[in-house]
Every structure is written in C-alpha cells, then in structure tokens.
C-alpha cells in the first residue's frame, strides 16, 4: 500500500461510505429498503463519474460486518440488490473498462451472491480503467485481525521468522494490500465517523463529509469532494508534502 503525496493530481484512491438510506426513504414516507434502491441508482452515476475523472479505485462500502443485525427482511434486500445490480450492471462495468473486486468476508453470503461475485471478478479481471471495490461483510477490524492472523501462521508454520518481521509483512495481508491507500474519504449523510470501515488504510486519507444523503448524491457531489480534496495540502506528518 502507498501513499499519493499529490492532491493537485486528483485523488487516485476514493473511498465512500454511502450512508443514508434509510432517511432518504424515511422523508419520502417509503420504506427504508426504497432508499438503498435509490442508492443503487447513486452509484452507478458515481461510478461514471470516477472513470471520466480517471479515478485508479474507487471503494464502496455496501454492506458492513455489523449491518448483520439490521431487521432479516432489510438484510435480504440488500443481498438480493447486491446480487442484481453484479447481474444487471456487469456488461456496462465490462464495456466501461471497470474492473470489479469484493472484499470482506463472503462465508455467510448465499452461494448465489458468491458465484456470481467470482464470476463478475473473472470477467473484468482483464479491465485496467478504474478498479471498484465494494465492500461486503466487510469491517476495518476483520481485515486488521485476518492480516495478524495470516501473519501469526506464516510464523507458527516457519515461512516467516517473527524476529525479522517489517510493517509491510504485515500490510502485504490486507484486503487492499496491493491498492494505493485512499486518498480520499466521503462520507454522505451527515455523519462524522468512519465506522469501522478501512482502519489500516484511511491512515493518511483527507477526510469529506457531507449531509447529502446517498440516494442524492450524484456526479456533481462528487466533483465538488475532488475540488475540496484538490485544496487541500497533505503533508503525512511532515512539514511540506515534498520536505
Ligand atoms: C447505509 O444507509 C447504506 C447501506 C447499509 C447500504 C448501502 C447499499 C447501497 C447503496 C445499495 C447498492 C450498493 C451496491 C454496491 C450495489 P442507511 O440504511 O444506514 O441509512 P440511514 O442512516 O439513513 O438509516
């Protein structure tokens, strides 16, 4: 993983936390899953913009590790809209260039949902334009804990000596280990946290929030992020970017 020392460049990396569904469904007196079908809507239009802005990744958190305990009919349609959107969206990603990966931990998905995540990883493998990571069962922490402990059997099972090991045996273990780090953290719908998404990764990220709610946010929200990530000056705990 490395960090981009540019932000006049443009952000390579974007990670969003699509967050506000439910309300957008609650003010129109819908049911909240009308909200995460609006949402799907949302990021299609992200993704376009992000290919015409040249964005390297652009990550999506859809479905957190936590978001489990959420009512069992909620639960099921966003599996069931995961899985349509990878069907109905698969040939446009393809044609766009898209490259599509999944992270987080697919054991407790259907067997439908993980087919079909493998088989939309193997048909845009080839694609180099922009890479879209969603992120399913996903947790920041999950991801930090599989990291130590992959690194913990690499030792037990002497393919590493403990005494020698780097922070980047470490890195080298996480999901988005071979991904520039997020230069760029959204989150839509007001909230201020980042809610157990990329812990290791979001280290160095410059962070946007804003009170959009997902469902409305779209090509134009995202360019004014990109303006405001464009001012800003990153440093990574020195003086000057360059220094
Ligand atoms: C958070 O809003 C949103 C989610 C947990 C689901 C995100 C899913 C989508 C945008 C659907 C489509 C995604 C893909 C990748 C096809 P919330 O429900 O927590 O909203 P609230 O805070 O207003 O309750």
Known sequence: MTDNPQSSAGPRHIAI???????????RGRPRTAGH???????????????ELNVEVLTLFAF???????????VQVLMDLFLRT???????????GVRLKFI??????????????????????????????VAVDYGGRWDIFNAARR???????????????????????LSLASHPAPDLFI?????KRVSNFLLWDLAYSELYFTDVLWPDFDAACLQAAVEWYAGRNRRFGRVHASG
């Open 17 to 27: 936390v699509m967050d506000g569904n439910g309300r957008w469904a609650s003010q």
């Open 37 to 51: 079908h609006a949402g799907a809507k949302s990021v299609r239009a992200v993704v376009e913009h992000a290919v």
């Open 64 to 74: 957190s590790s936590e978001n489990w305990q959420r009512p069992p009919t909620e």
């Open 86 to 96: 990878i069907r109905r969206e698969l040939a446009e990603l393809r044609k766009n």
């Open 104 to 133: 987080g931990n697919r054991d407790n998905l259907s067997g439908n949902l993980r087919s079909s995540m493998a088989q939309a990883e193997e048909l845009t493998a080839g694609n180099s334009r922009l890479e879209l990571v």
């Open 151 to 173: 690194l913990a059997l690499d030792c037990a099972e002497g393919r590493l000596d403990v005494q020698q090991l780097t922070e980047a045996d470490y890195a080298s273990r």
């Open 187 to 191: 989150r839509t719908g007001s909230e």
